[in-house]
């Protein structure tokens, strides 16, 4: 019997790629939202220290120029924080597009490889019936030349 041939291994094949180059893509992804996730928490904590280091001196006793330098600085970590937080939102859409795509594709490979196995199960199946049957063949023309079956075997 002929070798088992898949006639859309080559389809397969290029899902397989593209489903590769996704998963590559999301994780690319993935490592820009979390350095993104890392910039907004430390401009959060750099605003977070510059306003308790603004309310400290506030109690203390603070010129009315430095307390809006303060003030114009906080403005200015606030708008960062905005600004970074975008950036985050962004990236976390770019990740969920992303994701979908892979989801998309993982589910055509996954369906070219089931009806792949089962193409591949029933050809091992025809080849374990085909020699079944030469062997019953065989065994049949034993018996019609006289030859003992133990002998076969």
């Known amino acids: 019997m002929k070798k088992f041939s898949f006639p859309l291994d080559t389809v397969l094949d290029y899902k397989q790629q593209i489903l590769d180059s996704l998963k590559i893509e999301h994780g690319a992804i993935l490592a820009q939202v979390r350095r993104q996730e890392e910039v907004l928490a430390s401009v ?3 605003y ?11 109690r203390s006793g603070l ?5 809006l330098i303060y003030e114009i600085g906080l403005r200015a970590l606030e708008e960062d924080i905005a600004r970074e937080t975008a950036k985050l939102d962004a990236l976390h859409r770019q990740e969920l597009e992303k994701r ?4 998309e ?3 055509d490979t996954t369906s070219l490889e089931r ?3 089962k193409k591949l199960e029933g050809y091992n199946k025809a080849v374990q019936k085909s020699q079944e ?3 019953d063949e065989l065994v049949m023309a034993a ?3 006289g030859i003992s079956s133990s002998i076969i075997m």
């Open 44 to 46: 959060q904590a750099q």
């Open 143 to 145: 018996r019609s030349n």
């Open 63 to 67: 010129t009315i120029a430095g307390a």
């Open 115 to 117: 009806l792949r196995e």
């Open 105 to 107: 594709s993982k589910i």
């Open 133 to 135: 049957q030469f062997i």
């Open 100 to 103: 979908e795509q892979l989801v």
């Open 48 to 58: 977070a220290a510059t306003n308790a280091d603004f309310r400290e001196k506030e």
